[in-house]
């Protein structure tokens, strides 16, 4: 499988990935099971990303987790990873107060975790903040379009970008790029209008839910594996089906212990 051609993975490698035309491959993790085989398998950058309040704390929305409990996820995946890129998401309440703010959470998670770089929402109006991380030496990811943190101010999981809306989209891109970040999300936007953006900027593109114009790609690997087993978002495709997998796996492993034959043997002492 073709990917990101380094041992160890690097901002630039983004930026040459762009340059050659070259896609990029995005999961996220939130522990280090995982990351160690999606970094095996050659994923080029593992997002320990904050829906983790949803797939993995069984909460409603990502509002809720803190930046505790995004820094004990990520330091298992940072563990893991040796050559995937591993970027941590700044959760809600963490950055939005001011820039000092912003960047001391980012210190945080950059110096409790190891990871390489932090992703935070918005756009024009994050674009100051956005400047200060970057200016005190950590990369950063930025996220526009349907941007999960603000779900309620945008009305629930609404597509952006359409119509009259599309020149902000724009705005938010460039805004996103000439604050200094390496890589902007582009979430739940039309194709089309995913795909301009991609051709405006000069840094990476990830899309979510925003067609396949854009230079990478990322999905929660609960959805994209199967192993959440309730409603999934149109963008997703499922790749396999672990929940079903362990499910019947769980069943068995019950029934061996009803019928007496496991323990065998092979398995004792």
Same mark, same amino acid.
């Given at each position: 499988?073709?990917?990101?051609?380094?041992?160890?993975?690097?901002?630039?490698?983004?930026?040459?990935?762009?340059?050659?035309?070259?896609?990029?491959?995005v999961l996220t993790s939130y522990d280090a099971l995982s990351a160690r085989i999606f970094d095996e398998a050659?994923?080029?950058?593992?997002?320990?990303?904050?829906?983790?309040?949803?797939?993995?704390?069984?909460?409603?929305?990502?509002?809720?987790?803190?930046?505790?409990?995004?820094?004990?996820?990520?330091?298992?995946?940072?563990?893991?990873?040796?050559?995937?890129?591993?970027?941590?998401?700044?959760?809600?309440?963490?950055?939005?107060?001011?820039?000092?703010?912003?960047?001391?959470?980012?210190? $945080?998670?950059?110096?409790?975790? #190891? =990871?390489? !770089? @932090?992703?935070? +929402?918005?756009?024009?109006?994050? %674009?100051?903040?956005?400047?200060?991380?970057?200016?005190?030496?950590?990369?950063?990811?930025?996220?526009?379009?349907?941007?999960?943190?603000?779900?309620?101010?945008?009305?629930?999981?609404?597509?952006?970008?359409?119509?009259?809306?599309?020149?902000?989209?724009?705005?938010?891109? $460039?805004?996103?790029?000439?604050? #200094? =970040?390496? !890589? @902007?999300?582009? +979430?739940?936007?039309?194709?089309? %209008?995913?795909?301009?953006?991609?051709?405006?900027?000069?840094?990476?593109?990830?899309?979510?839910?925003?067609?396949?114009?854009?230079?990478?790609?990322?999905?929660?690997?609960?959805?994209?594996?199967?192993?959440?087993?309730?409603?999934?978002?149109?963008?997703?495709?499922?790749?396999?089906?672990?929940?079903d997998s362990l499910h019947d796996a769980a069943q068995a492993y019950i029934a061996d212990i009803h019928a007496?034959?496991?323990?065998?043997?092979?398995?004792?002492?």
């Amino acid at each position: 499988m073709s990917g990101i051609d380094a041992k160890k993975i690097r901002t630039r490698h983004f930026r040459e990935a762009k340059a050659n035309g070259q896609k990029v491959s995005v999961l996220t993790s939130y522990d280090a099971l995982s990351a160690r085989i999606f970094d095996e398998a050659g994923v080029d950058m593992l997002l320990v990303g904050d829906s983790a309040a949803n797939v993995v704390l069984g909460r409603d929305t990502t509002l809720s987790i803190t930046l505790d409990e995004m820094i004990v996820l990520a330091k298992a995946v940072t563990i893991a990873a040796k050559r995937a890129f591993v970027v941590v998401d700044l959760p809600f309440g963490t950055y939005e107060v001011s820039p000092n703010q912003a960047v001391e959470s980012a210190i $945080r998670i950059m110096r409790e975790t #190891g =990871a390489a !770089a @932090v992703k935070v +929402e918005g756009g024009v109006e994050i %674009a100051q903040t956005i400047r200060r991380i970057v200016d005190a030496g950590i990369p950063v990811v930025g996220h526009i379009g349907y941007t999960p943190q603000s779900e309620h101010s945008l009305g629930g999981h609404v597509v952006q970008g359409r119509g009259a809306s599309s020149g902000k989209l724009i705005a938010d891109a $460039r805004a996103v790029e000439q604050a #200094g =970040a390496f !890589a @902007v999300v582009l +979430e739940m936007v039309p194709a089309e %209008a995913a795909r301009e953006v991609t051709q405006d900027l000069s840094i990476t593109t990830i899309g979510i839910g925003a067609g396949n114009g854009t230079d990478g790609q990322v999905l929660v690997w609960q959805d994209a594996f199967g192993l959440n087993r309730g409603k999934k978002p149109r963008f997703v495709r499922e790749y396999a089906t672990l929940g079903d997998s362990l499910h019947d796996a769980a069943q068995a492993y019950i029934a061996d212990i009803h019928a007496g034959t496991f323990p065998g043997e092979a398995e004792s002492f």
